[in-house]
């Protein structure tokens, strides 16, 4: 293991006192400002969860359809899953990170 060794200087901690948070800027922020980036950090948790969607499904090889078939789930609920329209979960959102992690298994335990 490699060891660094660091000074801090105690001036410029005293600089830093806060940590890294701009309390000008926090005091400054709206309910609409809070808003707005909540609706900014869904739609980037549906891409997210629409790409790992889309990742799985093509790492197992398989068509949408084939996938909705296997899993037991229809062909509308994957593409909207794709598409970034709605997300998986409970034991969907399991059962993509079981294909994911072990496909194998998780397909033939599905047969």
């Known amino acids: 293991m490699k060891r660094m060794r660091v000074t801090i200087d105690s001036a410029s901690a005293a600089v830093q006192a ?3 948070i701009d309390l000008v800027r926090v005091d400054a922020t709206t309910e609409k400002d809070i808003a707005a980036q909540k609706a ?5 948790a ?22 909705a078939e296997r899993i037991g789930v229809s062909i509308e609920t994957i593409r909207n899953w794709e598409q970034g329209k709605r997300r998986p979960t ?11 992690k072990a496909p194998e298994a998780a397909l033939a335990a599905l047969d």
């Not at 549906?46 to 996938?67: I, N, T, Y």
């Open 40 to 44: 900014v950090d869904e739609a980037e």
């Open 18 to 20: 806060g940590g890294r």
């Open 90 to 100: 409970g034991a969907a959102k399991a059962l993509l990170k079981v294909l994911d």
């Open 46 to 67: 549906m891409q997210d969860a629409a790409s790992f969607v889309r990742r799985v499904r093509k790492r197992l090889g398989l068509s949408q359809a084939v996938l």
